[in-house]
């Protein structure tokens, strides 16, 4: 969902921004690789140690690695003509994340961009109850760790699609590659990936632009970028608004939509922490999961 207000044709040089990112591919195949000598690596340790690492470590590649994902869903690693590389070259970042992920966020996350904010149709909207149950500083804290959970079964809920073959193909590798790890290294190996996946989407730095990207800290406002130095780890997610206003700019160019355009985004509210985002989303009591701007589109009417 665009702005509206920053345009190719008042802004020409954004469009030499379009298009893939050479370096994407190699970025991702680091991080897998990465991740797969780890898992060699805490195969002896103490279980103490491997909830350890996977929190400090594995977990913050796997978050950055589901970004990665989110990228390559708007096929910036091999280009719009390549869509089954990008396809596929998702399920390969999916590996170390442990459970099957990249197809179905794929499947959603058009909808996403298409109907943000529309009821039934963008599945990142907390359901009625979550709005309800959710309220307290105390239950808040517990939504943020939950948060993995609601991402995976709201949509089931909100707007069950058919499985996908794409989807069925995600699992079988997915559960392909636990079983090969499991096999040459045990269980903690593979306890590591999925324990740092489950830790790191939950309550964790990184996870901050979770509710910094869409909740209305400030009225009017629904959608909001993220300057700091986490867009490192994260494939510049921060730049939110940026990206919205163009999706197939991939994350590395981010920060130059902002520069070209700096008389548009310097003057929108954005934030600076996302440690703070999470401080005060537990202890504002005028922010919760009910923080969210929900509007009925015309598919929802129809359907």
Not at 105 to 121: T, V
Not at 159 to 172: C, G, S
Not at 266 to 280: A, E, K, M, T, Y
Not at 291 to 296: A, G, N, Y
């Amino acid at each position: 969902m665009t702005s509206g207000r920053v345009s190719t044709a008042k802004y020409p040089e954004i469009k030499t921004l379009m298009g893939p990112d050479p370096y994407l591919k190699w970025i991702v195949s680091g991080m897998v690789f990465m991740q797969l000598l780890a898992c060699y690596l805490v195969k002896d340790l103490s279980w103490k140690w491997i909830f350890f690492w996977a929190y400090a470590f594995g977990g913050c590649i796997n978050h950055s690695l589901t970004l990665a994902i989110h990228d390559i869903s708007h096929n910036v690693a091999f280009g719009n003509k390549q869509a089954k590389w990008n396809r596929w070259f998702a399920v390969f970042a999916n590996l170390p994340i442990g459970i099957p992920y990249s197809a179905s966020f794929k499947k959603y996350h058009i909808d996403h961009h298409r109907y943000l904010g529309g009821d039934s149709l963008d599945v990142d909207i907390p359901t009625d109850f979550e709005g309800w149950f959710f309220c307290t500083p105390l239950r808040k804290l517990l939504w943020l760790f939950l948060q993995p959970l609601f991402y995976s079964l709201r949509p089931l809920y909100v707007n069950p699609k058919a499985i996908t073959r794409m989807e069925i193909l995600n699992a079988l590798v997915q559960f392909s590659i636990d079983l090969v790890i499991y096999y040459l290294w045990g269980l903690k190996p593979v306890i590591y990936l999925i324990a740092g996946t489950i830790l790191c989407l939950g309550f964790h730095p990184i996870s901050g632009h979770f509710i910094a990207e869409h909740y209305m800290f400030l009225k009017g406002y629904e959608t909001y970028s993220y300057y700091g130095p986490l867009n490192w780890l994260t494939f510049n997610v921060g730049y939110h608004m940026e990206h919205h206003d163009f999706p197939s700019i991939p994350g590395c160019r981010l920060p130059m939509v902002k520069k070209i355009a700096a008389e548009y985004y310097d003057n929108l509210p954005h934030h600076q922490s996302w440690i703070r985002v999470l401080w005060d989303f537990v202890f504002d009591d005028t922010l919760g999961p009910y923080s969210r701007v929900k509007r009925l589109c015309k598919l929802a009417k129809e359907s």
